[in-house]
C-alpha cells in the first residue's frame, strides 16, 4: 500500500481536524515529497505485531477514537494510547 500526502482520515465524527499517518511517522528532517515517494505502509505495518497493526488500522484507516478502540478491543483508553505511539515509532524507525 503507498501512501500520498492527501491520504487522510477523519478520527472525529464530528467533523474535527482529520488525522494524516504521515504526521505521525514521517521524518522531519527529509523533504517529505521525497521520503512518501518510498514510503511503504503496508511493510511497516505487517512488522508490528497483530494488536499494534489492528490499533493503526482501527485508529487512521476506520477513524475510530482511542476511546472507541479501547471499547472495542477491551483495553483502557491510555493503554490504547501508549500501543499506538510504539507502533507508529516502530513504523517510523523502519521506514528511516
Not at 16 to 45: C, F, H, R, T
Not at 57 to 66: H, L, S, V, W, Y
Not at 73 to 81: D, E
Request: hydrophobic share 35%.
Amino acid at each position: 500500500m503507498w501512501i500520498t500526502t492527501s491520504s487522510s482520515i477523519s478520527a472525529y465524527p464530528d467533523g474535527g481536524d482529520p488525522l494524516y499517518v504521515m504526521d505521525q511517522i514521517s521524518d522531519k528532517k527529509n523533504l517529505e515529497e521525497n521520503w512518501v515517494e518510498d514510503l511503504s505502509l503496508s511493510e511497516a505495518m505487517k512488522r508490528l505485531p497483530n494488536r499494534e497493526r489492528r490499533i493503526i488500522d482501527m485508529r487512521f484507516f476506520e477513524g475510530k477514537t482511542q476511546t472507541e478502540v479501547a471499547k472495542e478491543i477491551h483495553i483502557s483508553q491510555a493503554q490504547v494510547s501508549r500501543l499506538e505511539k510504539n507502533a507508529l515509532k516502530s513504523m517510523k524507525s523502519y521506514l528511516s
